[in-house]
């Protein structure tokens, strides 16, 4: 099997700082998250950004650029920015930084899609900022919005214009389909990075299932020229990134993804879950990749071709 890529996301949009104490929201403690994650085998490191005071989550460039050239001056990983933001903002919102960045990874939504996050609310018994609750609970009426016309514009701006490539993240089997009609168009070239996402209400269910025929499906549509990794969300983390990497893929953990480290235990640090999926790939006979394989895995541009 080839070298595998472990992606850990650091922070997100999801997870809200009443969830746990560990949650990085400060520039400081995204960054040492971060960086620790990479010492720990991540080479891809997916970025949002958060309001240091409130932990809310934030487009402001001024956010992201508080700790990315910190990140990047103190490991070698590939920087991989969020161009989804949160469901609540506009796509300029989302684009701010990413175009600011110019990064050598951007993450991309194939499509739109209910977002339901409210579930989570009834699991909080006390709330640290007035934002949480009814962010969590409003999201019985939210769509994450990304139309074709959205998507083309985000392949323009940053794939096309700066230099980017993109880490597609496909909720469900029609986001496969999304991409394979922009790759029809010439807007996507190989090798494609494709993230499929489980466990998400509104997305496909984590069912192993539901794993074994999106790759059967990406594997009709893309032959050869695409790479796979997963991400499931909570307690289905483990159990399908573990899958993911005996079937030949990559695999994503981080804080963003799930708060936990075990049953009922809160990770402390991403590192912590890079550290586990990492004992687990390499105990499959996997190698895990470092930042120059990434790269060149995945054919980018080079971190000194960047603005951060």
């Excluded at 949160?86 to 600011?100: G, Y």
């Excluded at 994450?144 to 597609?168: C, H, S, W, Y």
């Excluded at 469900?172 to 029809?184: A, I, K, N, P, T």
């Amino acid at each position: 099997m080839s070298k595998i890529l472990i992606t850990c996301a650091v922070t997100g949009s999801i997870h809200t700082p009443s969830m746990s104490p560990h949650l990085p929201v400060t520039a400081d403690q995204i960054t040492e998250h971060a960086v620790d994650a990479a010492e720990a085998g991540a080479s891809i490191l997916h970025l949002h950004a958060r309001d240091p005071e409130t932990g809310q989550p934030s487009a402001d460039p001024e956010h992201f650029m508080a700790f990315l050239p910190r990140i990047k001056q103190a490991t070698g990983a590939v920087l991989n920015i969020s161009t989804g933001g949160s469901a609540v903002m506009t796509l300029d919102q989302r684009l701010a930084a990413p175009k600011l960045a110019e990064p050598e990874m951007c993450s991309l939504n194939m499509g739109s899609m209910n977002f339901a996050l409210y579930p989570a609310a009834a699991r909080i018994d006390a709330w640290k900022h007035d934002w949480e609750q009814p962010f969590l609970e409003n999201s019985d009426d939210l769509v994450f919005k990304n139309t074709p016309r959205d998507i083309a514009g985000i392949l323009q701006t940053m794939g096309a214009e700066r230099g980017a490539r993109f880490e597609f993240e496909c909720y469900d089997l029609s986001h496969l389909y999304m991409l394979r009609h922009f790759v029809d168009r010439g807007m996507v070239e190989p090798p494609f990075f494709i993230q499929f996402v489980f466990g998400v209400l509104g997305g496909m269910g984590p069912d192993p299932e539901n794993l074994t025929h999106m790759k059967t499906i990406a594997d009709k549509l893309f032959g050869q020229d695409y790479m796979f990794s997963v991400l499931a969300a909570g307690r289905h983390q483990i159990p399908l990134t573990s899958m993911a990497a005996a079937m030949g893929g990559h695999v994503r953990v981080g804080l963003e993804d799930s708060l936990m480290i075990a049953r009922g235990q809160l990770a402390r640090t991403n590192a912590e879950q890079v550290v586990k999926i990492r004992r687990i790939v390499e105990d499959m006979g996997r190698e895990v990749a470092r930042p120059e394989d990434a790269r060149q895995m995945l054919g980018l541009k080079g971190a000194d071709r960047t603005a951060i």
